[in-house]
Nanobody, 114 residues
């Protein structure tokens, strides 16, 4: 069955960095676009970044452009979200997703606070 298992996250000070990982199994990872979403308390879940199954045509939410980088390693069935220059407003639960599907990771808390 399809599984997306996330790791990373935690507490970081403003201006710091974190990297999230999402290991996929149960499907041919290299055939699918992958994405990261986030949901802050009291807010709707929002798309953060998307990476296609092939190529480098990544897309980002305006709020994270220039600070976050999505990447993938098809040999490891893993998608990453490198988050730099973190701000308190980046605090949320982050989810990976096989893009536009019903398959989601379990969620990882990211808290940016001094």
């Amino acid at each position: 069955q399809v599984q997306l298992v996330q790791s990373g996250g935690g507490l970081v000070q403003p201006g710091g960095s974190l990297r999230l990982s999402c290991v996929a199994s149960g499907f041919t990872f290299s055939n699918y676009a992958m994405s990261w979403y986030r949901q802050a308390p009291g807010k709707e879940r929002e798309l953060v970044a998307v990476i296609p199954w092939i190529g480098s045509n990544t897309n980002y939410a305006d709020a994270v452009k220039g600070r976050f980088t999505i990447s993938r390693d098809n040999a490891k069935n893993t998608v990453y979200l490198q988050m730099n220059s973190l701000k308190p407003e980046d605090t949320a639960v982050y989810y990976c997703r096989r893009h536009l599907s019903g398959y989601w990771g379990q969620g990882t808390q990211v808290t940016v606070s001094s």
